[in-house]
């Protein structure tokens, strides 16, 4: 038999949190149970031992959103980003059948082999922008998600995405993709590209929004001279895709 105190301490436990949560030892501690307890309470089948000082509820299923807040509270800058921003916020041309999360950040990160076996996902730390742009500029929950679940704007989205053509993501895709971008912001799209440190990603974006006539062609086209200077740029993707991207 199990200890009572083991018992109670448990009881405690689901009485306060939630389901499809993964639960580290700081947490646990917090609700009376020390690392070396919920080791035990591991062993004794009370708990389910994800990674090292990680646990779930035996026999739950961890939430996709429940998960990307546990990353995002403990590396700073991690968000959704990149297409999958744009595809959440409504913003979308191919459904993929299983969609793989573009996930972005400031530092170089592994994410838990827990997490990358459930969840299909990419992770990146790209320098997009400079360091005067304000932390979390562009970064907001989803109306009606997760709090802590931060998701690039479309504004932020789109520059994130273009940075991926050529390397994960296709220009003809990206180009269906962005005809949807009709309704960015402005003040917000023209402080992103006033920041925007990757010139391949100012003239894809100047490229695109006047191949499509988008409202904010005018303003990709200003940034575009102030950043690109005359001399065209081309490029090969890794699936031998050309790019060229005038001044």
């Known amino acids: 038999m199990r ?5 109670f301490s448990f009881k405690k436990l689901l009485a306060v949190v939630p389901r499809g949560t993964p639960l580290d030892v700081a947490f646990l501690k917090e609700h009376g149970l020390s690392a070396d307890h919920a080791s035990h309470l591991a062993k004794a089948g009370w708990l389910e ?25 403990r590396h700073e800058g991690m968000h959704v980003g990149g297409k999958t921003a744009l595809h959440w916020r409504g913003i979308r041309h191919h459904v993929s059948f299983r969609e793989s999360i573009a996930l972005w950040g400031e530092q170089q990160v ?15 730390s790209t320098q997009l922008f400079d360091s005067g742009l304000p932390k979390g500029f562009a970064l ?12 690039s704007t479309p504004e932020r989205a ?21 005809e949807g971008t009709r309704s960015l912001r402005l003040p917000v799209l023209e402080t992103l590209l006033a920041r925007t440190t990757r010139i391949k ?6 490229t695109l929004a006047e191949e499509l006539d988008l409202p904010w062609a005018a303003l ?12 065209r740029w081309i490029a090969v993707s890794k699936s031998g895709e050309r790019l060229d991207l005038k001044a």
Do not use: N
Not at 112 to 123: D, G, H, L, N, Q
Not at 140 to 151: F, I, K, M, N, R
Not at 201 to 206: E, H
């Open 3 to 7: 200890p009572a105190g083991e018992s």
């Open 49 to 73: 031992h994800l990674g090292r000082g990680v646990y779930m509820l035996p026999g739950d299923t961890l939430s996709r959103d429940a998960c990307l807040a546990y990353l995002i509270r």
């Open 110 to 124: 592994r994410l838990p082999a827990w997490f990358t076996s459930r969840f299909e996902c990419r992770y990146q």
């Open 140 to 151: 907001q929950s989803l109306p009606g998600g997760h709090p802590d679940v931060l998701v």
């Open 158 to 178: 789109l520059l994130e995405h273009l940075s991926d053509i050529g390397k994960t993501e296709s220009l003809q895709e990206s180009r269906d993709l962005v």
């Open 201 to 206: 990603v100012v003239r894809l974006a100047r």
């Open 220 to 231: 990709a086209k200003t940034y575009s001279d102030k950043k690109g200077g005359a001399a």
